[in-house]
């Protein structure tokens, strides 16, 4: 396990720059729809290097009520989550590697699509760190290997690292959805922007997934997918991470969606625009199994 493997757990803007304090912002106000999980979703990925499998990736994804909430690393320091269209989030991401140990560990809370607080603790023979982050809406303060405290000034709209995957997913992929994040990074103050667009249709299935009522099946080989890249605007470019998610076709003939629990949410508890594959160098991240409740 090396570097390169640290910096794809981090699943977007840290593979394309080579560092894990990278902070991202959206310059187009394009709609999003709503909220892309269910109410609880995980998703179980297999870390492949140059084909072979190097290790295991678990997202758990949580929909959290309006109040105060809480990194669970950190229980006693409480935000507001205030969003009354789409309450808060919580993402926790476990990596860990064949033996069973745990290569990296995240936590992310996000109050409506905004981020509110971010923990992330990396442990591999080449790379060892801790990362705590929080936000006030024009400021992110940032601790490194629990070090002293520092704080960069944002503008507003900007992400944390940990939730941006998602955010990804909540735009109208469908309809050719592209955009520019600006880049911070807030050990130096140097900006730089990332240029996203999607870029290919394609399929790709052999997933388990499992519903809200506990049906299981696996998706067809003829699962849609959009490929969706992430390139540097400037030199070096180097190569583009691609993502790929899920189609959601809304008369539900051709697209893939999942129902969580009817009894929580209704018609909006599902899960859609699904990434089943990061992509990376000689890196994948493959997804296995998804469920939704």
Same mark, same amino acid.
């Given at each position: 396990?090396?570097?390169?493997?640290?910096?794809?757990?981090? $699943?977007?803007?840290?593979?394309?720059?080579?560092?894990?304090?990278?902070? #991202?912002?959206?310059?187009?106000?394009?709609?999003?729809?709503?909220?892309?999980?269910?109410?609880?979703?995980?998703?179980? /990925?297999?870390?492949?290097?140059?084909?072979?499998?190097?290790? &295991?990736?678990?997202?758990?994804?949580?929909?959290?009520?309006?109040?105060?909430?809480?990194?669970? @690393?950190?229980?006693? *320091?409480?935000?507001?989550?205030?969003?009354?269209?789409?309450?808060?989030?919580?993402?926790?991401?476990?990596? @860990?590697?064949? &033996?069973?140990?745990?290569?990296?560990?995240?936590?992310?809370?996000?109050?409506?699509?905004?981020?509110?607080?971010?923990?992330? *603790?990396?442990?591999?023979?080449?790379?060892?760190?801790?990362? +705590?982050?929080?936000?006030?809406? #024009?400021? /992110?303060?940032?601790?490194?290997?629990?070090?002293?405290? +520092? @704080?960069?000034?944002?503008?507003?709209?900007?992400?944390?690292?940990?939730?941006?995957?998602?955010?990804?997913?909540? /735009?109208?992929?469908?309809?050719?959805?592209?955009? #520019?994040?600006?880049?911070?990074?807030?050990?130096?103050?140097?900006?730089?922007?990332?240029?996203?667009?999607?870029?290919?249709?394609?399929?790709?299935?052999?997933?388990?997934?499992?519903?809200? &009522?506990?049906? &299981?099946?696996?998706?067809?080989?003829?699962?849609?997918? $959009?490929?969706?890249?992430?390139?540097?605007?400037?030199?070096?470019?180097?190569?583009? $991470?691609?993502?790929?998610?899920?189609?959601?076709? +809304?008369?539900?003939?051709?697209?893939? /969606?999942?129902?969580?629990?009817?009894?929580?949410?209704?018609?909006?508890?599902?899960?859609?625009?699904?990434?089943?594959?990061?992509?990376?160098?000689?890196?994948?991240?493959?997804?296995? +199994?998804?469920?939704?409740?």
């Amino acid at each position: 396990m090396g570097k390169r493997y640290v910096a794809l757990i981090s $699943l977007l803007i840290v593979v394309v720059l080579a560092s894990g304090l990278f902070l #991202t912002g959206c310059t187009q106000d394009q709609k999003l729809p709503g909220i892309a999980w269910a109410e609880e979703e995980t998703l179980t /990925y297999g870390i492949w290097t140059d084909n072979v499998l190097t290790g &295991s990736l678990v997202i758990v994804t949580k929909r959290l009520p309006v109040g105060q909430q809480a990194l669970p @690393k950190f229980p006693d *320091e409480k935000y507001d989550v205030n969003s009354t269209s789409s309450g808060g989030t919580l993402i926790t991401k476990t990596a @860990k590697d064949l &033996s069973d140990n745990i290569t990296m560990y995240s936590e992310a809370l996000m109050n409506g699509f905004k981020p509110v607080a971010s923990y992330k *603790e990396v442990n591999t023979t080449d790379s060892q760190y801790t990362l +705590k982050a929080r936000y006030d809406g #024009t400021r /992110y303060f940032y601790s490194y290997n629990g070090g002293e405290e +520092k @704080k960069v000034r944002i503008k507003t709209g900007f992400m944390d690292n940990e939730i941006m995957y998602s955010i990804v997913r909540c /735009y109208e992929l469908e309809s050719n959805y592209t955009t #520019t994040f600006n880049l911070v990074d807030p050990t130096t103050g140097n900006k730089e922007a990332l240029s996203v667009a999607v870029t290919a249709e394609g399929t790709q299935g052999g997933f388990e997934y499992v519903n809200g &009522s506990g049906e &299981s099946a696996m998706a067809a080989a003829s699962t849609r997918t $959009l490929a969706v890249s992430f390139t540097r605007t400037k030199a070096p470019v180097g190569k583009s $991470l691609v993502v790929y998610y899920t189609v959601e076709d +809304k008369t539900g003939d051709t697209g893939f /969606y999942l129902t969580g629990d009817p009894a929580k949410g209704g018609g909006t508890n599902r899960s859609s625009h699904v990434p089943v594959m990061i992509q990376e160098n000689n890196v994948k991240y493959v997804l296995s +199994k998804v469920i939704a409740n």
